[in-house]
């Protein structure tokens, strides 16, 4: 229908790496997690090397946020760097391991296409691609062509 097409022109997908470090908490942080403690915050900075959104441009610059993981390694809580008016996060989301992602010590891979990739009809393939493969699930994401 129509508007199952609207919704979907709204999707926004993503791939791409994340470098991290750690921050001076200010104010003091939450209580302990595993990469953080109360003068110091985990702060992530995830670079988009594919970016379909429903504006048609990816994303200028990198998304920066910060990572709380519980004890437990099976939850972490990621948290908008940027804050509202009234110093709330802008989004906080919440992720959990897969039951049979090998909990690291399984197959984890990541590979990133040539850009300069010669295609079957010997010319360059300069859209980005990426393959993630943890445990026993996979994802694969190819750009598409802007021009």
Sequence with gaps: TDQELKLM?????????????????????????????????????????????????????????????????????????????????YYWERWERYERDGKGGGLVLALRKDLGLKTTSDTNDERDGIVVVVGDHFNYILDRKLK
Aim: aromatic share 14%.
């Design 9 to 89: 022109a709204r999707r926004h997908a993503f791939a791409g790496y994340t470098k991290w470090g750690m921050e001076k908490a200010s104010p003091p942080a939450p209580p302990a997690t595993l990469f953080s403690s109360t003068t110091e915050r985990c702060v992530c900075t995830r670079h988009h090397c594919i970016d379909y959104n429903f504006v048609g441009v990816p994303r200028p610059r990198p998304n920066k946020w910060y990572a709380e993981m519980k004890h437990d390694k099976q939850t972490w809580k990621e948290w908008a760097y940027a804050k509202d008016e009234f110093g709330q996060h």
